[in-house]
């Protein structure tokens, strides 16, 4: 399923991220970078053991902020490791905290001529990050992002649904999808 912004494809697409071919996958990972569950797990198996010791170079992550690693034995070349916010209830800044993983992983696939990037549902697992609102905050920062960007070299953005309630939130958050 497809839609299209500002000359870019942006895709809602059912499967596991490892999977993809695209310049750049995004972790939803731990602030201690230590690899984990969910598609943390997933990214840390496909990419093999030195992606854990790339992780553990750099140390942490804060939330909200992203860290870059090569793909290793993945088909894409960085992974774009972020931390989304642990789902509290919504009073304590989730919703600025998820929507910078978005702003903060576009603006460093901009910076390194990235062309296609792919998103897992970031805080949607583990975290208990509702999925309709997360959904709402991906599209609409993917959409802030595209329109003020000055110059970038994004042609593809990929939101990956591994499960019903995400694929669900994407068909009705994703306005003229097909
Ligand atoms: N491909 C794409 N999406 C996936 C895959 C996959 N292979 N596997 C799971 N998902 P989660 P979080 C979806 O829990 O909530 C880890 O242990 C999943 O269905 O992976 O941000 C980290 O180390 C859900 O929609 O991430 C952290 O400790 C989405 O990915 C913590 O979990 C996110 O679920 C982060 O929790």
Not at 6 to 20: A, F, K, N, P
Not at 129 to 144: F, G, K, R
Request: hydrophobic share 40%; with cysteine.
């Amino acid at each position: 399923m497809l839609t299209r912004k500002h000359g870019v494809t942006i895709e809602l697409w059912r499967g596991d991220i490892t999977r993809l071919e695209v310049d750049a996958i995004v972790n939803a990972a731990n602030n201690g970078l230590r690899g984990g569950g969910g598609v943390d797990g997933a990214i840390h198996r496909a990419a093999g053991p030195e992606l854990l010791q790339a992780c553990m170079h750099i140390g942490h992550c804060p939330t909200g902020e992203v860290r870059l690693t090569p793909g290793f034995r993945l088909p894409c070349r960085y992974v774009f490791h972020t931390v989304g916010p642990v789902w509290r209830g919504g009073d304590e800044g989730e919703e600025t905290l998820l929507a910078n993983c978005y702003r903060n992983c576009l603006q460093l696939a901009a910076e390194h001529a990235v062309r296609s990037i792919a998103f897992p549902a970031i805080s949607c697992g583990v975290y208990g990050y509702p999925a309709l609102s997360a959904m709402h905050i991906a599209w609409q920062q993917i959409s802030d992002w595209l329109t003020e960007a000055p110059e970038h070299s994004l042609q593809r953005i990929v939101l990956v649904a591994y499960d019903d309630a995400v694929w669900q939130a994407g068909c009705r958050v994703m306005p003229g999808i097909s």
